[in-house]
């Protein structure tokens, strides 16, 4: 799919990116001015009065900050067809999908060229400060990478998701010839219809041209980790494949078939050396590696809700580098990784300010800042006042509002980040969490990173026996007086009973969040259940997802179920194998 890199100047791309930081305030206004002047004809915008002024003081007088569900009506006429200025002065032709894993459903996004604009420029940005701490020279990189099918909408616009988007851009082709390699798997493959013949074509693919696989790379953590473990159940048959040059019957696409014949030939020696080196390895421990001795990282999204399949990562990848991809969403993108060294549990994203236009909602943790902000005239909604990218503090978390060139203004992504310091003037973010994400029955208040850390404390648990937390999730069971937290596991082997009970109260003393804590003493939440599942649950809610039309490379495992998921909910009750529920609550840690 992508040529080998010819004329990217490394140096020159830093530069740039250095100019742009360092005056970040200064490129914000011009950046909102930019947008305003494009839009200012669009409907949305006239409503609000802003008569053609563009300065931030007027901006945010007079604009509201907004959730999807606000926008939602104008985006609706936009894809039913309405070809006026809705929230763009120029006509938007395309539509992204959400992934639907947050809010049980997904979402319909505007895209347009000026978002293709912004997703080739922070791939450039990142992939030069990559290169410089990761030099490599020709050769490919290993791509799990999956385009679902575009449809057309009621108003006969191309939707499909933010990764189909990209991929199916003509500008993406051309773009990326500059900046990244050619990808093991021929376009077929990539834009296949069936997932599971893709990934097989994938990994046999990565391995026919192995000496020449410079990096390992998919969205998400989570797809990496998928591979390999499939790679663990098919790696003889593609061994086989190899040997004879003929194709496995579990690919039945003609395209596909079409294309890997032109790849495939008979290769005894190449299939004898990987059969070799898969029979030696212990537990498949470096197995990236060991296939792919040129490797020089592995790369994808690993923060957040990827971050529970770190573990199994670094199984794979024995020593070479965990690389985070940048930080971005289906609305747009946000920040590059220039620290391309630093771990992903450290990994921080420097936000490049000239792709769109950034607030901050400050999140506020202690009482004396809360009563600060009841006092501040400038509180609104519940909330206080939202700050400017440079207006940041370090150590401080709050809310993003993005503002974008594709019609989104004061939109609030929900995501929660932490300012961990400055690149220039523009801050380096890291992410904590999703806001909206969080376990909820009285006062407490967990989020997907409390469920996570809880998670992780009670593996351990398991981690004596052998066995591994393959995947989880959560949900809030308010059926029963009082609720209580239920949390699903799909576990890689068999454990006693015991020690399962074990987990399950250890799950429940790790939520160490105040209202948790004292509901559970005076039992205004109930024992939490752990629910454990057979294997292959958390396999069906993927195909799940996947007959949504969701695509693998934006696939993120729910991590709380809620009302809207009422199909994930019904999978995951419906392979329940054993329940446990806590014992006598105690806040102490886990032994």
Known sequence: MLEKMESFDVNREIEEFEAVTKDAERVQRETLKKILEENGSAEYLQNLGLNGRTDPETFKAFVPIVTHNELEPYIQRIADGDSSPILTGKRITTISLSSGTTQGRQKFVPFNDDLMDNTMQIYRTSFAFRNREFPIGTGKALQFVYSSKQFKTKGGLAAGTATTNVYRNPQFKSGMKAIMFQGCSPDE?????????????????????????????????????????????????????????????????????????????????????????????????????????????????????????????????????????????????????VNPKLPPESATFAVIPNIGYFEFIPLRHNAHAQEQDLMDPDFISGEPKPVGLTEVKVGEEYEILLTNFAGLYRYRLGDVVKVMGFHNSTPELKFVCRRNLVLNINIDKNTEKD????????????????????????????????????????????????????????????????????????NAIGPLELRLVRRGTFQKILDHYLALGAAVSQFKTPRCVGPNNNMVLQILNGNVVKSFSSTAFSSAMCI
């Not at 192995?210 to 159940?233: D, G, K, L, M, P």
Request: hydrophobic letters at 40%.
């Open 189 to 337: 493959v990539i834009f296949g219809p069936d997932f599971y013949q893709s990934l097989y074509c994938h990994l046999l693919c990565g391995l026919l041209f192995r000496n020449e696989v410079q990096f390992v790379f998919s969205t998400f953590a989570h797809s990496i980790v998928y591979s390999f473990r499939t790679f663990e159940q098919v790696w003889e048959e593609l061994c086989t494949d190899i040997r004879d040059g003929v194709l496995s019957s579990r690919v039945s696409v003609p395209s596909i078939r079409a294309a890997m014949s032109k790849l495939l030939k008979p290769n005894p020696e190449l299939a004898d050396l990987i059969h070799t080196k898969c029979s030696g390895l212990s537990n498949w421990y470096g197995l990236i590696p060991e296939l792919f001795p040129n490797a020089k990282y592995v790369y994808g999204i690993m923060t957040g809700s990827m971050e529970p399949y770190l573990k199994k990562l670094r199984h794979y990848a024995g020593k070479l580098p965990l690389v985070c991809h940048d930080y971005g969403s289906s609305e747009g993108w946000i920040a590059a990784n």
């Open 451 to 522: 469920l996570q850390l809880s998670v992780e404390e009670a593996g351990r648990v398991l981690a004596e026996e052998k066995v591994e937390v393959l995947d989880f999730t959560s949900h809030v069971d308010v059926s029963t007086e009082p609720g209580h937290y239920v949390i699903f596991w799909e576990i890689s082997g068999q454990v006693e009973e015991d020690v399962l009970q074990g987990c399950c109260n250890c799950l429940d003393k790790s939520f160490v969040d105040a209202g948790y804590v004292s509901s559970r003493k005076v």
